[in-house]
């Protein structure tokens, strides 16, 4: 078995998914007032990660829990159509040549992977009519009566994670990775890169640009 891995942010959506969620919650009409609380709370975790007293890893991570928290009073199916009302405008800034991968890999019959850090439900929402196989994402926590639990901690998906969470997911199998391809955007997403024999690095950053450059990677 032959796998495309693909990353979210700055590789299929050609944005920050973060920023869009912060202006989401800023402008919106029923949940705009959770804003304030949320900004007091994600202000002091930004400060600090800025001037290098908080690791960039552990700052994504409370920064997903601090969000998921602002709209804790949602059931599952509420925080599913709060993340709908997103997608459109996400489409929008989708690479059109990634989507292309995506479609290309899946005809020629390999296990197309969509793997970020963003929140589950929101790869879900706006893939829709995108085929993958596989998606793993940040998965919001919540209780057997689909309400937020605030009892369990976000764990989000990214660097290291990544990896493990692949490597979880094929367990047992026979992936030839010396023939399956991966695209990230991020020095973050080297880990994914160096699991395939066909790296692609989609409009890098200069330290993934540098290593692409060095290993003679592809360069979208």
Do not use: C
Request: no cysteine; hydrophobic share 40%; charged share 30%.
């Amino acid at each position: 078995m032959k796998v495309a891995i693909f990353d979210f942010d700055g590789t299929l959506y050609a944005k920050e998914t973060f920023q869009l969620l912060m202006d989401h919650l800023k402008h919106h009409p029923t949940h705009s007032s959770k804003y304030k609380d949320f900004f007091r709370r994600i202000l002091p975790l930004y400060i600090g990660y800025k001037l290098k007293i908080v690791p960039e890893a552990k700052m994504k991570e409370q920064s997903m829990q601090i969000y998921a928290n602002a709209l804790r009073t949602l059931s599952k199916a509420e925080y599913k159509h709060y993340f709908n009302e997103m997608k459109e405008d996400m489409r929008q800034a989708f690479n059109e040549e990634v989507v292309k991968k995506v479609r290309q890999h899946q005809s020629e019959g390999m296990h197309v992977m969509l793997v970020s850090g963003a929140y589950t439900p929101l790869l879900y929402a706006v893939t829709e009519g995108i085929e993958f196989d596989t998606i793993i994402g940040t998965d919001i926590p919540f209780t057997a009566e689909d309400a937020f639990d605030s009892e369990t901690e976000i764990y989000h998906i990214n660097g290291k994670r990544k990896t493990e969470m692949i490597m979880e997911i094929f367990e047992g199998q026979q992936v030839d990775w010396e023939h399956s391809f991966a695209y990230g955007d991020s020095y973050s997403d080297l880990p994914v890169l160096e699991l395939v024999g066909n790296p692609v690095a989609v409009r890098p950053e200069d330290r993934l640009l540098r290593v692409a450059e060095e290993r003679n990677w592809t360069v979208m």
